[in-house]
């Protein structure tokens, strides 16, 4: 069975997301054994691989729930928020960085790229990324917040980078002030305006 007794399938689902993010932060992808998360969630081996095939579909799996939880409370905070702004919200909360989604990220990039199992799930997630914020990028151009000349998937991507080197240099490694990061953001941001300098990148060999 999938499920603990008096409890849904879904919450037992959530019961080993949960614990996963836990399992792996504290001993690597590498050091934890499926046995471990089914443990830290209470469950049997079978009930885990009665929701997840293996240790790479758990902690990709995980990433996934916990990048739409950070989300859903940043809409559902300020749901009028505009989709620069909403890029800007995100963007502060990376000087600080120091959560499980981070601790996730980490570990399944590097499982990632010496382990075949964690290779396909990880491209096939970091490519959803990907898309969202291209999805983002071209809705606020839609908008007229965002140069329409800007390339939405190279923009894309120069979030990712960010995004994922901040769960590389945390706070204990090197910290920022949060109201000059802010205002570094502000200033790229308005880069990417409509007019802002953003769009058209200079010829081959003209002045830089």
């Known amino acids: 069975m999938g499920r603990?007794?008096?409890?849904?399938?879904?919450?037992?689902?959530?019961?080993?997301l949960a614990a996963?993010?836990?399992v792996f932060a504290a001993r690597g992808y590498d050091g934890t054994r499926v046995a471990d998360i089914?443990?830290?969630?209470?469950?049997?081996?079978?009930?885990?691989?009665a929701h997840f095939g293996s240790k790479a579909e758990l902690i990709v799996a995980a990433l996934r729930a916990?990048?739409?939880?950070?989300?859903?409370?940043?809409v559902a905070a300020d749901p009028g928020r505009s989709a620069t702004e909403l890029l800007l919200v995100l963007g502060r909360s990376l000087s600080r960085r120091r959560d499980a989604p981070g601790y996730l990220v980490v570990e399944a990039l590097t499982a990632a790229r010496r382990d075949a199992d964690m290779a396909s799930p990880m491209h096939d997630y970091v490519g959803e990324r990907a898309e969202w914020l291209a999805g983002l990028v071209r809705a606020a151009q839609r908008a007229g917040e965002l140069d329409?000349?800007?390339?939405?998937?190279?923009?894309?991507?120069f979030c990712?980078?960010?995004?994922?080197?901040?769960?590389?240099i945390t706070p204990d490694l090197h910290a920022v002030d949060d109201a000059e990061w802010t205002a570094l953001l502000a200033r790229v941001v308005q880069a990417f305006?409509?007019?802002?300098?953003?769009?058209?990148?200079?010829?081959?060999g003209a002045p830089q």
């Open 38 to 49: 089914a443990a830290a969630a209470g469950v049997s081996n079978g009930a885990l691989y």
């Open 66 to 74: 916990h990048g739409r939880e950070k989300l859903a409370a940043v």
């Open 20 to 22: 996963a993010a836990e």
């Open 193 to 204: 305006a409509p007019g802002g300098g953003g769009g058209t990148p200079p010829q081959s």
């Open 148 to 157: 329409p000349a800007l390339p939405a998937d190279a923009l894309a991507h």
């Open 4 to 16: 603990i007794a008096g409890v849904t399938a879904a919450e037992t689902r959530e019961r080993l």
């Open 160 to 168: 990712l980078l960010l995004s994922m080197g901040s769960a590389l």
